[in-house]
């Protein structure tokens, strides 16, 4: 029996450039298509038509509500809670302090069945909306717990 | 002078190898980070900040989001509408799809609003009158996560 000869083996060249080709193609794509997704939330309200909403129960608690008053700019110009208008730096600071004190969120997590309705100008600029829903529905501790407060708001119907 | 003979060229090999370990790393990278979930995002909208508007445990059943720009115009399914009442129409459409072509019905529906924090208010309401027209009645008004207290400290 003859054995073949070892020695001479072929120089095997691995071809490098088609798979370093589709690999910087991957990585363009993945880079395009890269998106930085900032973290959003929402803030559920639920507004049935005012067909649906009279056959709906009264509530046994008084309906709060928050005015939201605008300069011609659409700046806030004033904050009233109920009759009371909240004056100083941080009128929402004030308005979720009232709603604290009357909901007593001491001991749970709140008042289910309250209602807050805001009734807020047409031109008010919605960033201070969000500041009154923020003040309404919630507020966030030194631990970064949160705790909820009044869960039912709505808006006020259009007075147009 | 004499010009030194160069000696045989031998052909230069660089080692590849650490390019495309790095290639492959970054590949990695990216496949793990990279999001193919259909974002409800649009640049056009800059959020007003909460910081209770945490991300929702539980992603909604087929939601309608509708996007509201500073200048009072919609983006709705990807199209931009400049009035009320083409995203009226769009909507009333919507609504006969849901009607005949599934069983939910268009009060289980969610509405998420995404407006920009200096649009009107008044025009967020409006879009909301239109949706309760419509039979919409769940609605989730969306705001930009931010640790910071928004409502200030007195």
């Known amino acids: 029996m003859k054995f073949r000869n ?9 071809q490098m450039t088609p798979m370093i080709d589709i690999v910087f193609q991957l990585m363009v794509f993945f880079v395009f298509t890269f998106k930085i997704v900032e973290p959003e939330g929402d803030f559920n309200i639920r507004m049935p038509s005012d067909q649906t909403s009279t056959a709906s129960a009264v509530s046994e608690t008084p309906l709060l509500r928050v005015r939201l008053r605008a300069t011609p ?12 208008a909240l004056e100083g730096d941080a009128p ?27 009734d807020a100008d047409y031109n008010l600029k919605y960033r201070y909306a969000m500041n009154a829903i923020t003040a309404i529905t ?17 808006f006020a119907p259009l007075s147009e | 002078m004499r010009i030194q003979q160069r000696g045989p060229q031998g052909v230069v090999e660089g080692d590849l190898t650490p390019m495309i370990d790095m290639a ?47 200048n009072d115009h919609f983006i709705y399914g990807g199209k931009e509408l400049l009035t009320i009442g083409a995203l009226r129409s769009e909507l009333l459409q919507e609504t006969q799809i849901i009607q005949r072509l599934t069983t939910k019905k268009v009060a289980d529906v969610t509405v998420i609003i995404r407006a920009d924090e200096d649009a009107k208010t008044g025009m967020v309401q409006r879009v909301i009158q239109i949706c309760q027209q419509l039979g919409f009645e769940k609605f989730a008004l969306r705001g930009q996560w931010t640790k910071d207290h928004t409502i200030g400290e007195g």
Request: proline share 5%; charged share 25%; net charge negative.
């Open chain 1, 73 to 84: 700019e659409g700046e806030l110009a004033r904050v009233q809670f109920g009759d009371v």
């Open chain 2, 24 to 70: 492959f790393l970054l590949i990695a990278f990216f496949m793990f980070v990279i999001n193919f979930s259909e974002v409800e995002q649009d640049q056009r909208v800059t959020l007003p900040a909460s910081e209770l508007a945490r991300p929702p445990e539980a992603p909604y059943e087929q939601p309608l989001t509708i996007h509201l720009t500073d």
């Open chain 1, 92 to 118: 929402f600071y004030h308005l979720q302090s009232r709603i604290r004190s009357l909901i007593g969120d001491d001991a749970g997590p709140g008042s289910s069945d309250q209602e807050v309705e805001i």
């Open chain 1, 138 to 154: 919630g507020y966030v501790d030194d631990n970064g717990e949160q705790h909820k407060l009044v869960e039912k708001v709505r």
């Open chain 1, 6 to 14: 070892t020695d001479h083996r072929e120089h095997i060249v691995l």
